[in-house]
């Protein structure tokens, strides 16, 4: 895989770390937390190590690495003797370390729409949250990805302004067939189309014969195999059965109501009825086209869960999203007004939000995202409350991980399932699964230190995203992020931190027993449990991601 970076102003960090805690969730597949210790060297995790490590321990760790050539230290030799190789060592406590967050959904508004979102301000949100990789959604920017033109345009536009690594979906719109091959030798993860209006001109939907049209192409393709995302919502499923073109993804217009404040008003125009329908046109695409994989982006309504179950139990090729505010909020909570809450499909009742749970518990749902979906004040129409005219989206990128635990521990689940639905599955989705997902020998050193216990309240000056609106605002909300660690650099750190010389200085021993001419220097992690506010680091280094 080919990365785009801007390398400039990586903050000064020990040539390898190692950090170790009691707390540590590798993968879905533990128990619980345990006590490892990860060693991580250019960007990449070295070893992984079963058990707590102390500072007395330490340098045994490093001679047993370097006998197993685990690490390399051949570059010592060409350093100036006054110079020492640093280990950082960096003890967690009771903090906990997990996998850093793979958000599959997420409208950056770049190039073309940055009055919106850019990705400067998105990228941080997301790595206050805890999240270190994000992949854009097509639409939204001007141009849109449905062209390798288009496509280059995005990379030029936001290389220098990531602070997490970046990948993107390309767009499936009626005319772009030729394009898609191309797209996918680019390095695109896959495609998102819509079955209804998306609410932007620049991104019409997509009719059968272009749905059918572009399976053809990709499977006969012989390349890389990525998936076909769907909005799936059919307009012609509505009760008063309007036009197509009346009726949009993100704004409602069809219903001449009386009480435009009230949310039962905007809910009962988008009817669960117009998910299952397109779910079920999607399923017969995809019977017709078994090679493909088919994926249901931020599924709203349960009532499509048995169709989505029944389909995947006949091994049709689909995977299926929701979306935090779905299974964090419901449609009886909403306040008269609140615009805010606005999103297509829309945020349906209590019993729905159970029913999604039971699916994501029992796997017919298979991760969960944001949809990070933003846009400038004016557009939520905030004075009048208007829900059929405002703007649907909503701002989540930066609390997806305490708005899913909130939620799940309150259900009794435990943390190794939220590592499955926002860590390991997501990055198998965009095809990043050998680098992201998960702590692994190999694996890129992406994780978060958190404290699960700890509560906090959502409040304007917490928010990194552009605009300040959000359904969560003064919630109450468990799972505080203390850093955020990008291939190995803390990109994002709530309280201070530091790396204090111990001055102890080991020697560094080559596999034939031989003292290189560098010594290393220890260093150890220091931070303070007083909040400076929140840091990040000076420059962005996160990387855009292109898929060979």
Not at 79 to 96: N, Q
Not at 266 to 294: C, K
Not at 443 to 467: E, G, K, L, N, T
């Amino acid at each position: 895989m080919d990365f785009d970076a801007n390398n400039n102003g990586i903050p000064a960090t020990p040539d390898v770390l190692v950090i170790t805690g009691q707390n540590v969730i590798l993968t879905s597949q533990q128990s619980g937390p345990e006590p490892y210790t990860l060693v991580i060297a250019h960007g990449k995790i070295q070893a992984v190590y079963a058990g707590h490590t102390t500072l007395d321990q330490l340098p045994l760790k490093l001679a047993d690495l370097t006998a197993s050539k685990q690490l390399d230290w051949s570059n010592a030799s060409a350093l100036p003797l006054s110079h020492a190789l640093t280990v950082g060592y960096w003890e967690l406590g009771s903090l906990w370390l997990i996998p850093g967050i793979v958000d599959a959904h997420v409208h950056v508004n770049q190039p073309g729409r940055t009055l919106w979102e850019g990705m400067a301000t998105a990228t941080r949100a997301a790595a206050a949250g805890g999240c270190t990789t994000i992949v854009d959604m097509p639409l939204n920017s001007i141009p849109p990805t449905t062209t390798v033109a288009n496509a280059n345009a995005k990379l030029v536009s936001v290389r220098d302004s990531c602070w997490v690594d970046v990948a993107l979906w390309g767009g499936l719109v009626p005319e772009n067939q030729a394009e898609l091959v191309p797209l996918v030798q680019w390095g695109v993860c896959g495609f998102k189309g819509f079955l209804i209006e998306s609410g932007v001109d620049e991104f019409p939907m997509v009719q059968a014969k272009d749905v059918e049209g572009a399976m053809q192409v990709l499977e006969s393709s012989g390349g890389r195999s990525v998936p076909l995302l769907f909005h799936a919502e059919l307009a012609s499923c509505m009760c008063s059965n309007p036009p197509v073109s009346q009726v949009s993804s993100k704004h409602d217009t069809t219903m001449d109501s009386q009480s435009p404040q009230e949310y039962t008003t905007f809910l009962d125009s988008r009817p669960p009825e117009m998910e299952v329908a397109a779910i079920q046109q999607v399923i017969n695409w995809l019977q017709h086209h078994p090679t493909l994989r088919g994926h249901i982006v931020h599924l709203s309504a349960a009532e499509a869960i048995p169709l989505i179950q029944e389909a995947k139990t006949r091994g049709v090729n689909l995977t299926v999203e929701t979306c935090f505010h779905y299974l964090a909020l419901n449609a009886e909570e909403v306040p008269k007004g609140a615009t805010q809450f606005k999103c297509c499909p829309p945020i349906r009742n209590a019993s729905n939000r159970e029913a999604l749970w039971q699916a994501l518990e029992t796997g017919v749902i298979d991760m969960v995202v944001s949809d990070h979906s933003p846009s400038t004040p004016d557009l939520k129409c905030p004075e009048e409350g208007d829900f059929m005219k405002a703007w649907g989206g909503i701002s989540s990128v930066q609390f997806g991980l305490p708005v899913l635990w909130t939620a799940a521990r309150r259900r009794g689940h435990k943390l190794t399932k939220l590592v499955q639905w926002l860590c390991e599955k997501p990055a198998t989705h965009v095809q990043l699964s050998q680098h992201k997902g998960h702590l692994a020998v190999g694996m890129d050193a992406d994780m978060v230190v958190w404290d699960p216990h700890a509560a906090f309240s959502v409040s304007p000056s917490s928010i990194h995203f552009r605009y300040k609106q959000t359904p969560y605002m003064h919630h109450q909300l468990y799972g505080v992020v203390h850093h955020t660690l990008l291939r190995g650099q803390v990109v994002f750190t709530r309280n201070g931190l530091s790396w204090g010389d111990t001055s102890r200085i080991q020697a560094v021993v080559s596999p034939a027993n031989e003292v290189a001419a560098a010594p290393i220097k220890i260093l150890v992690c220091q931070t303070t449990t007083t909040s400076f506010g929140d840091i990040f680091t000076p420059k962005p280094f996160g990387r855009v991601i292109r898929h060979h």
